[in-house]
C-alpha cells in the first residue's frame, strides 16, 4: 500500500489522526525515504507542533540533503515562528537543490523583505510573479521593493498590473497616489487616493496622504 498517498488525502480531507497512522507506517515501512519524514513534517506544521515538525524536517534533510522540500517546509516553519534568518537560511538551501517554484521564490523575497533587504528581495519577488502571473501579492511586494528603492516609474507599472489583476487592492490604488504624488502629479495621485478609499473608506494612509495633497 502506498501509505504516503493515503497520508495525503487524509490531510486534504482533514482526517489528520489518520494522516499521522499513514506516514507512521510508511516510515516504518522505509526509515531510509525522507518522503515520508517531510509529510509528517507537514502534517505536524498543519496542527501547529512546530518543534516536532523541525525535528521531522530535519531528519529527511539528513537523509537527503537535496531534500528541497525538507528545506523550504523548516523555511515555512521558522517564519511561523518568525525567526527570519534561520527561514531565510532554509529558503537559500531549498534553492541550491534545483527547487523552483513561485512559492520559494515569493517566501525567499518576503522574508528578506522581513530582514529590511529590499533591495536583496527583489529578483526573487520579481521571479515569483514571472512564474505565476496570477499571484498578485507577490506582484505587489515586489512593486514596494521598487518604490522603495526608488525606482518610481517601474513601481508605478507593477501597482497598475496589481491594480488591473485585482481591482479591489487598495494598498496598491494607495501606493500608486504616492508615487504619483512623489512625481508631482497632483491630480493623478489624488484619483488614485479616492480610488482607494471608495474600495476601503477607512484605509487611514489614503486619507492621511489624500489631506496632505489637499492642503499643499
Excluded: W
Aim: proline share 3%; net charge negative.
Amino acid at each position: 500500500m502506498d501509505y504516503n498517498q493515503i497520508g495525503i488525502d487524509a490531510m486534504q480531507k482533514g482526517d489528520f489522526e489518520k494522516a499521522a497512522e499513514a506516514f507512521t507506517k510508511a516510515i516504518d515501512e522505509n526509515s531510509g525515504d525522507p518522503v515520508p519524514y517531510i509529510n509528517f513534517a507537514n502534517l505536524l506544521s498543519a496542527v501547529g507542533e512546530l518543534d516536532r515538525a523541525l525535528k521531522f524536517y530535519d531528519r529527511a534533510a539528513a537523509l537527503d540533503e537535496k531534500a528541497g522540500a525538507a528545506y523550504y517546509g523548516a523555511g515555512n516553519v521558522y517564519v511561523m515562528k518568525e525567526r527570519y534568518q534561520e527561514a531565510k537560511d532554509m529558503f537559500e538551501k531549498a534553492h541550491r537543490t534545483g527547487m523552483e517554484n513561485s512559492d520559494l521564490y515569493y517566501m525567499l523575497g518576503t522574508t528578506l523583505v522581513k530582514l529590511e533587504q529590499p533591495k536583496l528581495a527583489m529578483p526573487y519577488l520579481q521571479r515569483a510573479a514571472e512564474l505565476n502571473d496570477a499571484d498578485v501579492e507577490a506582484r505587489f511586494q515586489y512593486a514596494m521593493c521598487l518604490a522603495n528603492e526608488g525606482m518610481l516609474d517601474e513601481a508605478i507599472t507593477e501597482f497598475s498590473n496589481v491594480t488591473e489583476r485585482d481591482p479591489s487592492h487598495a494598498d496598491a490604488f494607495y501606493n500608486l497616489g504616492v508615487a504619483y504624488a512623489f512625481k508631482e502629479d497632483r491630480k493623478t495621485a489624488l484619483d488614485m487616493l479616492n480610488k482607494a478609499l471608495d474600495i476601503q473608506p477607512d484605509h487611514m494612509l489614503s486619507i492621511r496622504a489624500k489631506q496632505l495633497l489637499e492642503e499643499a
